[in-house]
């Protein structure tokens, strides 16, 4: 008779209490909302994906078709589609950027929600649970699951890489929703009935109409496997369910190509440890504690609270490693390290967690302080090097007071430091404890750049500066024609004005007035004889933040047909 591999897990009842829910759902609030509202698009993806759905919404280009200036869109329809819809319908109440934001962030927190239940029915499983205590006082099974759950979603928050990319409508976030779905899909399908099913078959198509056909079918092809070498009865029926998930993602794939998952060798050793260090702080802190998974739990690596997670995201590292190091391929492995993350919280030792939690303490109380610094030398001028810091990094900016910024950053301080207060406490037994500090700090970071410097990171990161300088120039009524110009810039121009700009079609831009010309630092001296006949030089125009680009302006000639 052969023995049970050993579990590393030992859990009481008071390690096994759940984070209340009231303040996981704060935890989910405080780092969706910041970033939400009250800022302008951010280039370049942000913009770009934002530029697409408008011209869906406005219907200057077709639905099977975005085009944006006359150039293609890159990756799936979907992304486009619901931005587009959503600024059609709540466009004219809310405006055009926050309404496209709207379905994208809803599907962050879907991607949080999902994180939890998947790693909460993967916890139910028998090879999950901790080691059964002798003398009674173990925790659970749904009270040891949930505990692990909230772990998993307080590690997804503290995720570096998903602060950013998690907050932008780009069809990567789309893609993590799918990802999401299927983690859930896998996790659910011996407990649950229909929704793990519903979940599976929209699962991979959504991604593989977000721009990752490739991916979906792997992605399926492995979930086919996995679910065929389970010992849940209920785990092999669901292959079949998986398979034709796979089918549509396939058949999604042959329509499309393999869209943006191509291979692409790496072109030095420096673009090779780059990628490497990429991979590092990206994903801290949820691969270190998933590699410490894999090493505690190395004894049931094929049970499914570990091989689910597991193959999932080693597919999703081997497309990041072919794509030379994308960060949005690896955006999609946030959620099953998440996952994998939180089954090595049971079997920490205290002296790591106090050193998780100190070390938080420091980093994020000395980032904060740093932001509130900045602000005050934003505010008054004092103290003064950061003040001409600001000056020098954003040229033209010109900072405005607003209680309501101030508010919500000195609110975020306050939570932060009630925190703080609550977890140096020497009476904190949850399992999910360590990571408290990690989620939080991240969360008031976010919160307060989002708020204080708001003001200032729109200045910076979004393209309404160089429009604003362009705009004077530019003749009202006729179109513009920016041939050569980025996809930002396109998507910002017609964001800010009514007219239309081309970037393609030279027969379709005769009939504009002002045309545009991007021009590196080294030849920003250019003038009309270096573009052709029939154009006068009216001004060059610079983003404040952008010392190597300029922007040429020109107008027709009098003389020009």
């Known amino acids: 008779m052969s023995l049970a591999p050993a579990r590393p897990a030992v859990v009481g009842i008071e390690n096994a209490r759940r984070l209340p829910r009231v303040a996981l759902l704060l935890f989910c609030a405080a780092y969706v909302l910041p970033g939400l509202f009250g800022r302008d698009p951010w280039k370049n993806a942000d913009i770009t994906a934002f530029g697409f759905m408008a011209s869906l919404a406005r219907g200057d280009s077709s639905w099977l078709d975005p085009r944006l200036g006359g150039l293609a869109a890159d990756g799936g329809l979907l992304p486009y589609w619901v931005g587009a819809l959503a600024i059609q319908a709540l466009g004219p109440v809310l405006g055009a ?253 205290r002296a790591f967690t106090a050193a998780v939690d100190w070390f938080s303490v420091f980093f994020f109380s000395v980032s904060a302080l740093v932001i509130w610094v900045i602000y005050l030398a934003m505010q008054t001028g004092w103290p003064s090097q950061p003040a001409a810091n600001v000056r020098r990094l954003a040229p033209g900016f010109l900072p405005a007071f607003s209680p309501v910024e101030l508010a919500v950053g000195a609110l975020a301080t306050v939570a932060w430091l009630g925190l703080v207060r609550w977890r140096v406490g020497r009476h904190q037994h949850p399992l999910w404890k360590s990571m408290v500090l990690p989620a939080s700090g991240v969360a008031l970071c976010w919160t307060l750049l989002m708020s204080l410097w708001l003001p200032l990171l729109d200045h910076a990161r979004s393209h309404r500066p160089l429009v604003q300088r362009i705009e004077p120039h530019i003749v009202a009524g006729r179109c ?53 006949p029939g154009w006068e030089f009216v001004a060059r125009a610079q983003h404040p933040s952008d010392r190597d680009g300029w922007v040429l302006v020109y107008r027709r000639s009098a003389s020009s047909p």
């Open 97 to 349: 950027p926050l309404a496209a934001r709207l379905p994208f962030a809803l599907m962050l927190l879907g991607v949080l929600a999902l994180s939890w239940y998947a790693c909460y029915h993967l916890a139910r499983t028998e090879a999950a649970q901790p080691v059964s205590l002798p003398f009674g006082g173990g925790a659970s099974p749904v009270d040891y699951s949930r505990a692990v759950a909230d772990g998993a979603v307080l590690a997804l928050i503290a995720s570096l890489g998903l602060l950013q990319l998690g907050h932008e409508t780009t069809p990567e976030l789309v893609q993590l929703f799918g990802v999401s779905l299927l983690l859930y899909a896998l996790a659910a399908c011996p407990f649950r009935g229909w929704a793990p099913r519903v979940a599976v078959l929209v699962a991979l198509p959504v991604v593989a109409a977000s721009g990752a056909p490739l991916l979906a079918a792997a992605l399926g092809a492995a979930a086919v496997v996995l679910c065929l070498r389970s010992s849940y009865a209920p785990t092999r029926g669901f292959a079949a369910w998986a398979a034709v998930s796979t089918l549509l993602a396939a058949l999604i794939l042959l329509g499309l190509g393999a869209g943006s998952s191509r291979l692409e060798p790496y072109r030095s050793v420096d673009e090779a440890l780059s990628t490497l260090r990429l991979l590092a702080w990206f994903t801290w802190p949820c691969l270190p504690l998933a590699l410490l998974t894999l090493w505690r739990w190395r004894a049931q690596i094929d049970k499914r609270h570990i091989a689910v997670p597991l193959l999932g995201v080693l597919i999703v590292l081997a497309a990041f490693l072919a794509a030379r190091g994308s960060d949005r391929t690896l955006l999609l492995a946030l959620p099953g390290l998440a996952v994998l993350a939180a089954f090595a919280l049971p079997t920490l030792k």
């Open 480 to 532: 513009i024609w920016a041939p050569g110009a980025p996809k930002s810039l396109v998507a910002a121009l017609e964001h800010a004005r009514s007219e239309r700009v081309y970037a393609l079609d030279e027969s379709a831009a005769r009939a504009c007035a002002t045309r545009l010309q991007v021009r590196s630092r080294l030849a920003h001296r250019d003038r009309a004889d270096r573009i052709g």
